[in-house]
């Protein structure tokens, strides 16, 4: 069992930046694929970057590619996610997940465990 709570999220000007953090709690963490969804008001859930357990595989959506960094810190038991150059289509809740396997994964079902979220908002 694995406890996700996410942080960082606020209000950013387009061209800004922000760091998500998402501490886990539980037993063997550093066993975990993590990854960052988003879900914006009427949209389904998105897929946005994902690391696998010892941070060796990482994969992004293609919409953030080049502004997104996915990071952890197994002896933290936190992964992060780096946004730069934030635009207003950013604007979403991100939730942070996590699941079993050996590489970094773009779909929800891979996914067990999954924080409450925390809202990111983009003016323009």
């Known amino acids: 069992q694995v406890q996700l709570v996410e942080s960082g999220g606020g209000l950013v000007q387009a061209g800004g930046s922000l760091r998500l953090s998402c501490a886990a709690s539980?037993?063997?963490?550093?066993?975990?694929?993590m990854a960052w969804f988003r879900q914006a008001p009427g949209e389904e859930r998105e897929f946005v970057a994902s690391i696998s357990w010892n941070g060796g595989y990482t994969y992004y959506a293609d919409s953030v590619k080049g502004r997104a960094t996915i990071s952890r810190d197994n002896s933290n038991n936190t992964v992060y996610l780096q946004m730069n150059s934030l635009k207003p289509e950013d604007t979403a809740v991100y939730y942070c997940?996590?699941?079993?396997?050996?590489?970094?994964?773009?779909?929800?079902?891979?996914?067990?465990?999954w924080g409450q979220g925390t809202q990111v908002t983009v003016s323009s």
């Open positions: 997940a996590a699941g079993r396997g050996n590489y970094a994964y773009s779909t929800t079902r891979r996914y067990d465990y």
């Open positions: 539980g037993r063997a963490f550093n066993t975990y694929t």
